[in-house]
């Protein structure tokens, strides 16, 4: 079975940097999706990133510019450079693959699979 590593969370001050990683192992199909989500305490868990492995990119208002979303397929890894960190970003931080499949050209189902998420916290 398909299962995510996270890597790269941490403390950091204001305004600093973190880069995270996922590593993602088992069967990987070519057309998917990687991204990113978060969750914090006393709130509903959100998108932060995604990219499609048809290189598309979506990002929650509240981090572009600061935040880049990028993969390295041969490695099946994907990663979350975030910059310009605010106190507002701490959250645990949720790796996420998702892989669409199809019979003879339909719809069958989605398969979702989820990290067990890093600590990121950023101090004031």
């Known amino acids: 079975q398909v299962q995510l590593v996270e890597s790269g969370g941490g403390l950091v001050q204001a305004g600093g940097s973190l880069r995270l990683s996922c590593a993602a192992t088992?069967?990987?199909?070519?057309?998917?999706?990687m991204g990113w989500y978060r969750q914090a305490p006393g709130k509903q868990r959100e998108l932060v990133a995604t990219l499609t492995s048809g290189l598309s990119t979506n990002y929650a208002d509240s981090v572009k510019g600061r935040f880049t979303i990028s993969r390295d397929v041969a490695q099946n890894t994907v990663y979350l450079q975030m910059n310009s960190l605010k106190p507002e970003d701490t959250a645990v931080y949720y790796c996420?693959?998702?892989?669409?499949?199809?019979?003879?050209?339909?719809?069958?189902?989605?398969?979702?699979?989820w990290g067990q998420g890093t600590q990121v916290t950023v101090s004031s």
């Open positions: 996420n693959l998702n892989q669409r499949t199809y019979l003879r050209g339909t719809y069958d189902r989605d398969f979702t699979y």
């Open positions: 088992g069967t990987i199909f070519s057309e998917n999706a």
